[in-house]
């Protein structure tokens, strides 16, 4: 698949959320040319880079292959530790139920999303799981990163879904 | 590692939530085996058990894999569907923040679980994922499903490793 997005390629001099964020959104060109909801995310630790994935879950015919889950397998790969007290994830969009819950339980230091999502988002939209009451481990979270970018790429991807679909309808009613 | 629990062996005859549970019980045997946190999972869809899965966090060293995401990623690969609206998941303990999301993703018609967990369990003890307001997919729980014996294999473990704990200590201190 071809995406009319373009990757971007931030100095590496001024490692600010911005830089991780930019890193995540590539990430997410990267599942659009897999036909996927174009969600990407990283994982740093110590100004590194540690973990980068974007959602999978149609390729892989896998619900739970989002881009933050495959980041944190990666990460505690990486690092030799599930526990990611020391790193921040930087994700498109506010994590899902799922991928909020798996921050908690990977202990994950911080979080910062683009896009807010209201209705299923769970580090501040529906819910907060970074702030269960009786959690051993509760982490902050700060969203609108470059929102409108990542915002942009999702409208694209999913107004030309609809596009599709209704084609593929009136095909269908000829 | 050796387990001092048994695995049971149901009447195929009467596959009611026990008959199904039981099966979870025994992955949680299972987990034991591994030195890991003895949790169990298994999904029935049409009176079959498509997906059975234990914990594996501390072998994978990954801490999203635990039993029911790993009985998600199973029973979307065999039904080569990633909507299990059609499946029911069996789990020895309620549902930690990350599983309980990932049921809410994978679109789980109903869940059963054994031991309640009103600190972390979120289908309806920290929280209830299944009944977040403005999801477009909910699903009922009901817990206590052998509860008795599902807390024994968890309390015996956490026993254990305390125990381990404190001889360790014991010794570094001589």
Request: charge should be negative; proline fraction near 5%; include cysteine.
């Amino acid at each position: 698949m071809t995406c009319p997005f373009e990757k971007i390629y931030p100095s590496e001099l001024n490692r600010d959320a911005s830089y991780y964020m930019t890193h995540a959104y590539n990430e997410a060109i990267e599942a659009w040319k897999k036909d996927e909801v174009p969600i990407g995310a990283v994982i740093e630790h110590n100004g590194r880079i540690i973990a980068a994935a974007h959602n999978q879950s149609r390729t892989a015919n896998d619900p739970t292959a989002h881009a933050e889950i495959l980041a944190i397998s990666q990460a505690a790969n990486t690092l030799g530790d599930w526990r990611l007290n020391e790193c921040t994830l930087y994700v498109t969009k506010e994590p899902c139920p799922m991928c909020s819950g798996a921050l908690v339980i990977a202990r994950i230091g911080k979080v910062y999303y683009g896009l807010p999502d209201p209705k299923m988002g769970c580090v501040g939209g529906a819910t907060d799981l970074g702030a269960l009451p009786r959690s051993n481990h509760k982490f902050e979270s700060t969203g609108g990163v470059l929102e409108e970018l990542n915002h942009q790429i999702l409208k694209a991807f999913f107004d030309k879904k609809r596009l599709e679909n209704k084609e593929r309808k009136t095909l269908d009613s000829e």
